[in-house]
């Protein structure tokens, strides 16, 4: 197994710009989640992918949008960056078995808006 | 809603002292509660999954157990090592999401 991957590490955006955030799940894991945590806080999930489709959603507003990949990678993209958007974006990602395992989380992309 | 509270939020030991955090939760129809541990920087790492109340998971120091409103993690004479933030969240049977609480920041001094 080779885990959850995401790219950047880090990212300096300005505020009303637009961002992607790619992630990169390991072989068979066909639902991937992308959460938001923002410094001293439990991250706050933001919407759920299977199998290419969208079939969960947090509450985030519609700037905050996702794709995923028959090959097992996504992205999550935001547009009209604001300052609040700061924080560390988390993709999990989980397989067959799913929830039980517990979902694997990647490094994180630490996004700076200024 | 569902809804996770975790206490302390800090906590600091010495080597070897033994000791527990707390997480009180409030879930419609509990799928599972997990526990995950995170380094600065890093994401979380998982480690438990409860299931239902009176369940008990052990990893190396570390402890989980589950009652119908509260999970306990115990860590017996902790390490430097262990110092981190311990995250615990649920998921409900009808969601998709884990909802976590904000975590409590474990520090084990030498």
């Known amino acids: 197994e080779t885990g959850v991957t995401q790219s950047p590490t880090h990212l300096i955006k300005t505020r009303g710009q637009q961002v992607t955030l790619r992630c990169s799940s390991q072989?068979?894991?066909?639902?991937v989640s992308w959460y938001q945590q923002a410094l001293g806080q439990g991250p706050q999930f933001i919407f759920q992918?299977?199998?290419?489709?969208?079939?969960g959603r947090g509450n985030f507003p519609p700037r905050f949008s996702g794709l995923q990949f028959p090959n097992y990678s996504s992205e999550l993209n935001v547009n009209a960056l604001e300052l609040d958007d700061s924080a560390l974006y988390l993709c999990?990602?989980?397989?067959?078995?799913?929830?039980?395992?517990?979902?694997?989380f990647g490094s994180g992309t630490r996004l700076t808006v200024v | 809603e569902d809804q996770v509270t975790q206490s302390p939020e800090a906590l600091r030991l010495q080597e070897g002292e033994s000791s527990s955090l707390n997480c009180s939760y409030t879930?419609?129809?509990?799928?599972?509660l997990f526990w995950y541990r995170q380094d600065p920087g890093k994401g979380p790492e998982f480690l438990f999954t409860?299931?239902?109340a009176g369940e008990e998971k052990e990893k190396e120091r570390l402890k989980a157990t589950l009652t119908k409103k509260e999970s306990f993690l115990h860590i017996t004479a902790p390490k430097p090592e262990d110092s981190a933030t311990y995250l615990c969240?649920?998921?409900?049977?009808?969601?998709?999401?884990?909802?976590f609480g904000s975590g409590t920041q474990l520090t084990v001094l030498p």
């Open positions: 999990a990602s989980s397989g067959a078995r799913g929830w039980s395992n517990g979902y694997t």
């Open positions: 072989s068979g894991h066909n639902t």
């Open positions: 992918y299977y199998r290419e489709e969208e079939n």
């Open positions: 879930v419609s129809g509990l799928r599972g």
């Open positions: 409860l299931y239902s």
């Open positions: 969240a649920v998921q409900a049977v009808s969601a998709r999401q884990l909802t």
